[in-house]
Every structure is written in C-alpha cells, then in structure tokens.
C-alpha cells in the first residue's frame, strides 16, 4: 500500500482551494500558459474537472513555486497530471514533483496510467533521473496538436503504469522524501 506523500526535503504540495486560485493563475501566467482565461473566469472554474490540485512550495522560503494538479480518474484508471514550476529551481525540484503527484494518484485511487503531456518527447526533463526514467513510457505523438507563441506543437504523451511505478516509484520516493 503506498502513502500518499505530500512533500520532500525540499518542496511540499499544499492543497489548493478556491482562495488559492489567484495563487495558481499567477503561476500559470508567469509561465506564459496558453488559453489562460481572464482572472474572474478562472476563479469561478479553479478545480473543475479535477481530482486533486496543489500549491507547489518551496520549504525553506515558504515561496509558491508552482502548481500540480491530478484529473478525474475515468473508468479504464487512466489519469493525467500536471507539472507547472517557476523560479531558478525549477529544474532541480521537477522530479520530486512528479514523483509527489503520480504517487498521490497512485496512492488514493485505482489508477492503472498517469498521463504526462509536454511539448517535448525528453523524458529526462520530467525530472527523475537516469535510473527511473524507463519507468516512463511514450505512449503517443500527437503532431501539431497545440498552438502557444505563435507555433504548431506536438503533444507527447507519456505515461507511467502501476507495476512500473510499484518497481521503480517506490524507490525514488525512498530517496526524495
């Protein structure tokens, strides 16, 4: 059975609610996002369609550095989350970030598949370094499938099934937290 971890040494998801939704917006739009609706929009929507979302802090500055967020699990068990970070770590704490939100996924619901979806096909770039990075798997490419900065992109999606995640998540999370 796995626990639900909420934070690292370095990092710990809060749960966000409806007063959090500002919080949430400013880190989007920090990140450019595309589609980002007008502020009372998103205020009025903030969680829909979601199972769970976070604040992304930073423990030593008490600092919002991002967002994750799980959606509805549908009936197969499939799930997507996402990863929104900002500020110079991004990159450092990336991994400890997936790894707390597929965990969380995999830890309350039936999940069978954690979608990722990203812009580029660089796994790497998820976060979890070298040795847990096959746990990972292109499940799809979906070409021209999004428009930001003036620019078609392909969507790769990415997935991490339960038995990967019982083999190689467990041992990552033994590390980060």
């Known amino acids: 059975m796995f626990f639900p971890h909420t934070e690292t040494r370095r990092v710990v998801l809060c749960p966000a609610g409806a007063d959090d939704a500002a919080a949430a917006y400013e880190v989007l739009l920090r990140l450019g996002a595309a589609g980002l609706p ?3 929009v998103f205020v009025k929507t903030f969680g829909e369609g979601l199972s769970a979302c976070f604040l992304v802090r930073d423990k030593d500055t008490d600092e919002v550095v991002g967002l994750s967020t799980v ?3 549908n009936p197969a068990g499939h ?3 996402e990863v929104h970070l900002t500020g110079e770590t991004a990159g450092e704490i ?3 970030v997936h790894a707390l939100t597929a965990n969380f996924a995999f830890s309350m619901w039936r999940t069978r598949k954690v979608y990722i979806h990203r812009t580029s096909p660089d796994i790497s770039a998820i976060g ?3 040795e847990h990075d096959p746990m990972v798997r292109t499940e799809a490419v979906l070409p021209d499938h999004t428009y930001f900065h003036g620019k ?3 969507v ?3 997935a991490i099934h339960r038995e990967d995640w019982n083999t ?3 041992a990552l999370l033994e590390k980060i937290v």
């Open 94 to 96: 990336s991994g400890e």
């Open 38 to 40: 007008v502020l009372d």
């Open 79 to 81: 799930l997507r989350i």
């Open 152 to 154: 078609l992109w392909d």
């Open 156 to 158: 790769h999606v990415l």
């Open 128 to 130: 979890f370094g070298g």
């Open 168 to 170: 190689h998540g467990v």
């Open 71 to 73: 959606s509805a699990v």
